[in-house]
């Protein structure tokens, strides 16, 4: 159980403290609420290019970094396509800092054409290094577009093409800025060995007078539903033949999105799993498959991956991928297996709690989702699932006509 108070300052802007006496560290951790799908199909990796620069420098700190390392304090960030995240640990003596940091580069980041330059090229640096010139690195701008014809889920978080990065301006950047960075866009979860009245008076003395803005609604086209089976084929300088199948599935405020997350489970994870049983240890048509979900705010996929063994064909593997599912649609996962995979999500989630930046974090993004509270209510939610759960999902979204596939080959 993770104990926590909220209140919201004049402007907007959440607040959610977690107190934890174990701890000289304080966790603070801002959520913003604006990721990949909020941006225009001809100007991707916006949100992504903003991570960087919001550690270039604001106007009366140009260093982000020095003043925090002085005090003993780290900090990083990442971008989904749903959200931004900025965070910071230090000393709980020090923690002021950390509200200081943060409030001027919202209210006021230094927007400077050289900054503006520097993050640019460390962000096509990132492109041409992790996604073009990096085995299988691509593979996410192949399969989000093959999957998604309108939601802006089709491009991914490094953007849709270098050249939106190359040509973005100072005017550009600084409307999204001004569109999204804003404390009534904005949750701060903040978790350590803190008083909820110290950190309302930190809270107003730093972000109270920031004004609050008109955050867009968002009103994001809907993916019509799949009914055709969609596939693409390439060929890459990579070490072993890959394929990669991704099925539509609900989004993560949905009921069935506990079940749909441990079926991918019942599937993949550890050595006893079904995917891994039959299909890299008996058959041995892969030499490594896995089943994961993206973990989506809007309708996401449910992906299953694998590196083929060598000497296997295409059709070989993907028969054996489509094999396995038609068992699961026509089997009950045994009370043994699911129980097993219970078991697994508990205790990472309980050693995830013993981390003060893990708690703030989940904090923000439950009450991004609608409630803070339903951190404590997630393991509930996941031992309710029963295998006729875990079926039914099968039944209803493991179908080809569901389906994007990549095959990914390897150059002869």
Known sequence: MIAFEKFILDNGLKVIVHKDITTPIVAFN????????????????????????MFGGSINIPNFDEPLQKVGGENNAFTSNDMTNYYIT?????METAFWLDSDRMLSLAFTEKSLEVQRQV???EFKQ???????????????????????????TIGKEISHIENA??????????????????????????EVNEIKTLAEKWFGSIPAGNVPTRNLPKEPQQIEAKRLKVERDVPANAIYKAYKMCNKKHPD?????????????????????????????????????????????FIISGHLAEGVSFEQAEKGIIDEIEKIKANNVSKNELMKVKNKIESTRAFGETS?????????????????????NEIKHYQNVTSNDIQRIAKEILNESNCSTLIYAKKK
């Open 30 to 53: 801002l959520l913003y609420d604006v990721g990949a799908r909020d941006e225009s199909e001809h100007q991707t990796g916006f949100a992504h290019l903003f991570e960087h620069l």
């Open 90 to 94: 230090l000393p709980k003596e020090n």
């Open 123 to 125: 962000v096509i640096e």
């Open 130 to 156: 992790n996604y073009l010139n990096q085995p299988y690195g691509d593979v996410w701008l192949l399969l989000r577009p093959l999957a998604y014809q309108a939601h802006p889920y089709k491009w991914a």
């Open 169 to 194: 301006n100072m005017q550009d950047v600084k409307n999204f800025f001004y569109k999204h960075y804003l404390p009534n866009n904005a949750i701060l979860a903040v978790a350590g060995n803190v």
């Open 257 to 301: 999105f506990y079940a749909t997350d441990l079926l991918t489970d019942v599937l993949s994870l550890g050595n006893s799993s079904k995917l891994y049983q039959s299909l890299v240890k008996e058959q041995k048509l892969f030499s490594q498959i896995n089943a994961y979900q993206l973990d989506s705010f809007d309708e996401g996929l």
């Open 356 to 376: 003060v930046l893990n708690k703030a974090m989940n904090l923000a993004i439950a009450e991004l989702l609608g409630d803070a509270n339903e951190v404590n």
